[in-house]
């Protein structure tokens, strides 16, 4: 679960707003561990999902709460270091 909530941050960093769909599709952690972590991430305050459709099929966005981005820049100049 931990990586898969690093590579959510990290995602999100790079494309501003993803789905459920878009974050299944792009990073390499399992379905279960993703869909763990979400509710984790928005518990923090480092993320935070919003509806875009009141119709079925439901359309949730996730982005990135200003505390996130914060701490995804620190995880990215992190993941530099250690590239390096």
């Not at 305050?45 to 966005?61: D, M």
């Amino acid at each position: 679960m931990k990586k898969a909530a690093l590579q959510i941050l990290l995602y999100l960093r790079d494309k501003k707003v993803a789905t459920r769909t878009d974050l299944r599709e792009n990073i390499s952690s399992s379905l279960d561990a993703m869909y763990s972590a979400i509710p984790i991430l928005i518990d923090l305050g480092l993320v935070r999902q919003r509806k875009q459709s009141e119709r079925f099929p439901f359309q949730v966005e996730i982005e990135l709460t200003d505390k996130g981005r914060r701490v995804a820049e620190h995880l990215a100049e992190i993941e530099k270091i250690l590239g390096d």
